[in-house]
């Protein structure tokens, strides 16, 4: 390649030539050929903004699982098809882990500043807005951590107030459970899982939902909450999570 730079001839012709083709032709479309750049060396700003937004408008539809692995969930007595009074609603993420979108102020929000920035906020707002799931919520609550007991309330609660909705930490985390990605398979996640969050009751909590976290990986942390909230006597559970760490949704 170092070769082809140095020679300022064709591409398809450098590639034939090297390739042995006794009769290399010229693209007749590329810079050498045409004799003129193709595209501008310098980028303004307002591409820059247009393919900012563009990235920005990655989110993802999270589907719901629709069976428990079999004696995972003993203590929960969850067992067989998820019942469609049970299940958690079709989803959404803002963003991809780590990607050139939100996904990289997502990850500096968790892993940096333990705080998620407003942009995030309006973000997630704006996504919502344009999902616009129906019957629509009548309010907010959110996945709880020990490790990190403040991050996802705090940006829930500020979500649940740009919406105008009641914000209420109805779910609480018993105990500590392992990372979820390190997880080999359905029944480890779920497993995981077993007897470690339990659910407040409150008179508004007849509406439908949403549920919020930061990250979703194997969508069984939403599942298992989602369960206990419609067991609890919520109405339906729509999962949001600022960033999916994985495209693979696969039971």
């Known amino acids: 390649m170092l070769e082809y730079m140095k020679s300022q001839q ?3 012709a450098f590639l034939a030539t090297e390739l042995d083709d006794p009769n290399p032709q010229e693209c007749g479309r590329c810079t050498v050929c045409v004799g003129t750049r193709l595209l501008p060396e310098t980028v303004t700003n307002a591409r820059v903004n247009k393919a900012n937004l563009f990235l920005r408008r990655s989110n993802q ?8 692995p079999s004696q995972a969930l003993l203590t929960y007595k969850f067992s067989g098809n998820i019942k469609t009074n049970l299940r958690a609603e079709t989803g959404r993420a803002l963003s991809l ?5 939100w996904g990289e102020l997502v990850k500096k929000g968790k892993y940096r500043d ?4 407003d942009e995030l906020v ?3 707002f ?6 616009q799931p129906q019957p629509f919520p009548t309010w ?6 020990l490790n990190r007991p403040e991050l996802v309330p705090n940006f829930a609660k500020r979500l649940a107030d740009k919406l105008g909705l009641p914000f209420k930490p109805v779910v609480r985390k018993i105990r500590h459970t392992q990372l979820q990605k390190n997880m080999s398979n359905s029944y480890q996640q779920a497993h995981n899982l077993d007897g470690a969050f339990l659910i407040e009751s409150w008179q508004g909590m007849s509406g439908n939902v949403f549920l919020i976290d930061d990250m979703v990986d194997s ?8 369960a206990l909230l419609r067991n609890t006597g919520s109405g339906l559970v729509y999962p949001v999570a600022l960033a999916l760490n994985s495209l693979g949704q696969e039971d």
């Open 61 to 68: 539809i999270l589907e719901p699982r629709k069976q428990w």
């Open 114 to 117: 333990n705080h998620f920035d």
């Open 126 to 131: 704006e996504m919502i807005q344009n999902w």
């Open 10 to 12: 064709c591409l398809m």
């Open 97 to 101: 882990w780590g990607d050139a979108g």
């Open 122 to 124: 309006q973000a997630t």
């Open 140 to 145: 907010v609550t959110c996945v709880p951590s």
């Open 219 to 226: 969508r069984w942390t939403f599942t298992v909450i989602a």
